[in-house]
């Protein structure tokens, strides 16, 4: 029990944490031109990798199906890829939001797993 309340945490964590991932690569550039700069620091990008990567380990450390650990462990892979190699080409920009999609309906999905267990 004490462990299923854990990995549901994380799974809030994770899904939450992607989710403000793709408010701030959506709000940046209209606050960079109105002039608030401190928000497209890489700090910051490395906050939500740190992030979806505690949550998504903390998710995944349980018994769970593997199909779900899997997919999540790939959404991150994608996700931080992506976050690296944004400079190089404008896929790669698209590819963050997907993947923070897709680790936004993994956690949901590990959540409602979690709920029928």
């Not at 620091?41 to 899997?70: D, H, Q, R």
């Not at 404008?90 to 993947?99: A, K, N, R």
């Amino acid at each position: 029990m004490i462990q299923t309340k854990k990995i549901y945490w994380a799974d809030k964590l994770g899904a939450f944490s992607a989710l403000l991932c793709i408010i701030h690569c959506l709000a940046v550039p209209t606050l960079l031109a109105l002039g608030i700069g401190f928000l497209s620091n890489p700090l910051i990008a490395f906050l939500f990798i740190l992030t979806a990567f505690i949550s998504i380990y903390k998710a995944t450390n349980g018994k769970f199906k593997e199909g779900i650990s899997v997919f999540l462990w790939i959404a991150f892979i994608g996700f931080v890829i992506c976050v690296l190699l944004e400079e190089r080409a404008e896929i790669f920009e698209y590819g963050m939001f997907v993947f923070s999609i897709s680790i936004i309906i993994g956690h949901f999905y590990n959540i409602r797993n979690c709920l029928k267990s």
